[in-house]
């Protein structure tokens, strides 16, 4: 059996919604005929009627139902794994590491995590060990010529 296609089940989701396979065809910018090959494929993958053809409307049989909803669910995780990955690219998610002396945790860190929050860096996966606040300072100067962080909100900062 091959594999369910996410274009024929946003199908089968427009006709349920939409009632009609004309409506669906419009909404989809799919001419009618593939709108009717994308469910008779799925009825034969699946060895079910999905769909009762009647009069001017379509509604889902109790088979059709059940797929609907999951459908729905995997169109949704589609697009949540498709924006993940933009947001990824863009530098907008990603894991932050952060390794300092006990005296940054204290005293800077809660700063500093304020900054990331209101500025994003391009690039979230940075990391720094600094034993001592000497390289602490290089590893921050560092990062400011790089544009990981903006400079000027970090100017008064007390280090």
Do not use: C, Y
């Amino acid at each position: 059996m091959r594999e369910l296609n996410l274009d024929q089940l946003r199908t089968l989701v427009s006709i349920a919604d939409l009632g009609t396979f004309s409506a669906a065809a419009r909404a989809l910018h799919l001419a009618q005929p593939t709108v009717s090959l994308h469910i008779s494929e799925l009825e034969a993958r699946l060895g079910a009627q999905l769909v009762v053809r009647g009069g001017r409307s379509v509604v889902p049989t109790a088979a059709g139902a059940v797929l609907v909803e999951r459908a729905r669910r995997l169109l949704r995780d589609a697009d949540d794994a498709t924006d993940a990955v933009k947001r990824h690219v863009q530098g907008r998610m990603g894991r932050v590491r952060l390794g300092t002396s006990t005296g940054i945790v204290v005293h800077l860190l809660p700063r500093v995590l304020e900054l990331m929050a209101r500025a994003p860096p391009r690039s979230m996966s940075r990391s720094a060990s600094s034993a001592r606040l000497k390289p602490w300072n290089a590893w921050a100067r560092a990062r400011w010529m790089s544009g990981w962080w903006p400079r000027p909100s970090l100017r008064g900062a007390n280090w």
